[in-house]
């Protein structure tokens, strides 16, 4: 009967066919089956209206009461916000180009009239008396219209150059001339929520100023520079768990974001590497995923790097190494040396014999001599030793460790053009350095004891340069 009575004041006043249509949003819920149960239950409360859902971006799916002419729609959310039915901060959004879905069990269609089963002819008496099943609406999510403004400025050319600054850290960055006449430099569109969880991330990461704030595109006036729409994902409905604040310390530190204790603690400096990582990552605004996110770029980067385990028979020591890239190529002394595979620059050397603190020191100084690493830093400690250069050709890190009466270490060298690895390189192999088994040497001085046969290693004169190295 309702839609009945609407269709005849259609006929008998078409000026209310042209008045607009607006839906009384009410609430939002992250997913189409939690808004579905929030409607179910404002169904009741309501009663006479049709309560909807609709979605209002890839997450996030909204409850609405109508569609009302706007007067219509006006007066009776103000007699339902005094009567404290609805939410105070409920609002009118225009029913155009919205195709909702109504209650499944409360016949209600998407013009908010109850539904009408037509009688079903002779050629359908096998249906008589049953309910067609609707087809599914299928909803496209609205266009997103929000934009995070970063900074406003009266005139053009501070905004130029204030431009010109963000891009270096926000590249999508574009300006705006604001219907007041000032420019402001803003990124976006993005849909509402995720306007509203990037502004929070960007500025927790420090990334962009705290008084930055969101605004609709209605509102942004004339666009002076354009930008490039920011593919910064939403939140999806399940979060993961943070992994343990180990794992995370270490994956900032590769990402070189944090350079902290790796000790598994919460405290202000890792808090403040998570939202800087966030931040600058963009993967994903909610911490979590977006350390899950940076796990998962670490791994494909080793895939990249052809990092993967080597235990040095002669040295007895194990580490995450990039393999493809170097090749076994002699052992000398105390040293086994990998020198560089297919021309790649790339250079390892494992060291380890019995001493302490001052054969420690000869090995620091046998490494500079030789231009492993070239004019180095030096950071030396009881029983710790790293060395850290480089010079027009090559970057050159060393680290050594008095362990058990050994001296024991290693030293990468690094092509210079490919500078940005060479740090995340090292932070494998310093990771993952340990001892696998006694050194060659030991174990046949212990063989040599079990079957009373002695062997002796000859001598052999100082380790040569590295191929492809060139000592300073």
Do not use: C
């Amino acid at each position: 009967m309702k839609r009945l009575a609407i269709l005849l004041l259609t006929v008998a006043l078409p000026g209310i066919a042209a008045a607009e249509d607006v839906f009384i949003r009410i609430e939002a819920k992250r997913g189409t089956a939690a808004a579905m149960t929030a409607a179910t239950d404002w169904q009741t409360r309501v009663g006479d209206l049709p309560t909807v859902v609709f979605p209002l971006s890839a997450t996030w799916t909204a409850i609405a009461l109508g569609p009302l002419p706007r007067e219509a729609a006006e007066a009776r959310m103000a007699a339902l916000k005094d009567a404290g039915t609805i939410p105070a901060d409920s609002l009118l959004t225009p029913a155009e180009g919205i195709a909702a879905t109504a209650l499944p069990d409360n016949a209600i269609d998407q013009t908010g009239a109850a539904s009408i089963t037509e009688t079903p002819d002779a050629g359908a008496a096998s249906t008589a008396g049953l309910t067609p099943t609707p087809e599914p609406i299928v909803v496209a999510p609205p266009s997103p219209d929000r934009f995070i403004r970063i900074e406003a400025f009266q005139n053009r050319a501070d905004a130029d150059a204030a431009l010109t600054k963000w891009r270096e850290t926000i590249p999508e960055a574009g300006m705006w001339q604001m219907p007041d006449g000032w420019f402001a430099i803003a990124a976006g569109p993005l849909s509402e929520a995720g306007a509203d969880q990037w502004l929070t991330a960007l500025k927790n990461g420090k990334a962009i100023p705290d008084d930055s704030l969101i605004e609709p595109a209605a509102d942004m006036g004339s666009n002076a520079v354009p930008g490039t729409t920011p593919d910064w994902p939403e939140n999806p409905e399940t979060l993961p768990e943070m992994p343990p604040l180990a794992e995370v310390q270490e994956l900032l530190k590769w990402a070189g974001i944090y350079d902290g204790e790796v000790d598994g603690k919460t405290g202000p400096q890792t808090r403040a590497a998570i939202a800087a990582g966030v931040a600058a990552q963009r993967a994903s605004a909610h911490p979590a995923l977006a350390m899950q996110k940076l796990a998962e770029t670490r791994e494909e980067w080793r895939g990249q790097m052809g990092l993967a385990p080597l235990t040095d028979d002669y040295t007895g020591l194990s580490l995450t190494a990039p393999m493809q890239r170097l090749a076994h190529e002699r052992t000398e002394r105390a040293l086994s040396i990998y020198g560089p595979k297919d021309e790649s620059g790339a250079a390892l050397i494992l060291f380890s014999q019995p001493g302490g603190q001052q054969e420690m020191l000869d090995m620091a100084g046998l490494v500079t001599a030789l231009g492993w690493v070239p004019a180095p830093e030096r950071a030396i400690t009881k029983g710790n030793a790293v060395l850290a250069g480089r010079n027009e050709t090559h970057i050159g890190r060393a680290e050594s460790r008095v362990a058990d009466g050994q001296v024991e270490g290693w030293v990468l060298i690094w092509p210079v053009e490919d500078a940005e690895n060479a740090p995340r390189v090292a932070a494998e192999i310093r990771d993952s350095f340990a001892r696998a088994m006694p050194t060659r040497a030991a174990r046949d001085a212990e063989a040599a004891v079990t079957t009373g046969a002695a062997t002796d290693a000859p001598a052999t004169d100082t380790p040569a340069a590295v191929p492809g190295t060139p000592a300073n």
